[in-house]
Every structure is written in C-alpha cells, then in structure tokens.
C-alpha cells in the first residue's frame, strides 16, 4: 500500500515538534536528568510510540498494525543495548550528567538521519537483489550466536579512526565549556570533550543500525513502517537512558533475549520461499522471549540481593 505524502510530513513535523519541546521547553537549561523526570519521559515517549502503533492499526488495518508493534519492539528491545555503550562513552570523556542529556539530544537526530538512509539503501537492495534477503538473515543468525556467547560492542576511542580523523582536522580542549561542541580558541576552531563524545555516540548507533535495520526488514518490507518504528523507538532513546543507565547491568539475561530475537528474525528472513509466517505469531514469540530475559533478570538480581527488590537506577553514568 502506497502511503501520501501527507503521512510522511505529518510524521516528521510531529517528530520536529517532540524534539523541539525536549529542546527549547523541557531541557533550555543544562541540567541533570532526574530519576521521577527520566520516569515520565520515557513514559511520554512509550505513549507516543504505542499511540501512532494505535493510529496504523486504524487507518491500514490489523495486519500493518502489528507489524509496527512488532518492529517498535525489536527497536525499543535493542535500543536498551545502547545503553550501556553510551554511559561508557560519557564515562571516557569525562562528561557531567548535566551535559549528557545534550550529547544525547543530537545523538538522536544523527541516529534517525543515519537510520533514514540505512532503511533507504535496505529497502532498495531488497528491492533490486533477490539474494540480499539471505545474507540479511545470515547476519542476523550470526550476530544473535555472537552475542549469546558475550561478543558484545566494545568502545575504544581512541582507537576510532572517525575520532582521530576529527582530532586531525580540529583540536579537541582538555576541558569542557559549558554545553559548546566548537569554540574559537587563539584564532583557530578548536572542539571540546563534548564534541568527541557526540562524535564517538553518533559511530556507535551506526553499528547498532548495522543490526537493527535488518532486523525489523526481517517482520515487514513496508518502508513506512520501518522508517517509523525506528523513529519512535530512537525517540525514547535518551529518558531511557537516564531512567536505566544505572540497572543494565542486573538484567543479566536481557543479551541472551535480544541474541534469540536475532536468531529468530534471521531464520524468518531464510524462511521468506517457503512461507510468510503472521505477523502475530512473530510479535508474540519477540515479547515472550523480551518478557522472559527481562523476568529472569530481575528474579535472579533479587535473588542474588537476598530477597531485596533491586535498586533504582541513576540518572549519571
């Protein structure tokens, strides 16, 4: 089904108008992002996700509307993987919880615009190469088998070749300045720590997209569907953070989980001649597997506290 273009501008004039108040309304000031405020935001942001997820369901039926659930599962599901990647991130460079928030804020925006063009190129090689279904779906079964044995995405700045490029081309200040990417320092353009931490965030979610793209090709080839999964799942990225930066490390089982959603969104995409298996039975087997590790977790992370109910997380990393 052909989607208006109306659709495509009401999306993003909505999405610029969520960024806009995060921005201009909820964070003008450099602050430090509470827990009860992370709470409420990534409940606003889950509610927006669900509420557009309602609105495809309406207007193009059961089918397409379960396959934006699906998707925005996977995408919200992954997304968690970020996490801790960020707070290592923010932990090299040094940067302040007041100023993650901002790092973040543009970190986002990168990640839809980089998330646009990796959907575009997939929706075109799905397209024009009949085969490309099949590497997509050995990635995927290969990356999901890495990560259930601990291969997870390690972060070393200074190694990053997108790093030392920048460090080439401008100066990077031993210390921050205020909430300022780029100042002019003795006649020349020199970036701060915060620069280099928005660089390295922005290297990091094309990795991650490397992963999450084709996996959500792997529930729909619907571009408009796809495009907006990711984007209300990226949305809610930053509260997300904020609310759980300091709990990753109890759901133990949440890797184990999203390597078996890989494995099994791969096996789909193998499965593509023989059969499309209903959107249903995919949303289903993807919330139980997520419902599961994350259950697992949190009984063995109070088990492990004897019988204490586990810590809230910080808002710093």
Known sequence: MAVPLWAWGAVIAFTLALLALDLFVLHREAHEVTLR???????????????????????????????????????????????FVFALIFSYFGIPARYQHRVLFWGVIGAIAFRALFIALGAALLDNVDWIVYVFGAFLVYTGVRMARGHTVEVHPDRNPVIRLMRRLVPVTGELRGQRFLLREGGRWVATPLLAALVMVETMDVVFAVDSVPAIFAITDDVFIVFTANVFAILGLRALYFLLAGTIPRFAYLQLGLALVLVFVGAKMFLTDVGKLPVWISLGVIAAIIGASVAASLWTARRDRGGAPPAAGAGAA
């Not at 609105?55 to 599901?77: D, H, N, T």
């Open 37 to 83: 405020e992370a709470a409420w935001m990534s409940g606003l942001y889950a509610a927006a996700g669900l509420g557009f997820g309602a609105v495809v369901w309406a207007w193009r039926g059961p089918e397409a509307g379960g396959e934006y659930l699906a998707g925005y599962l996977i995408e919200k599901s992954l997304s968690v993987d970020n996490i």
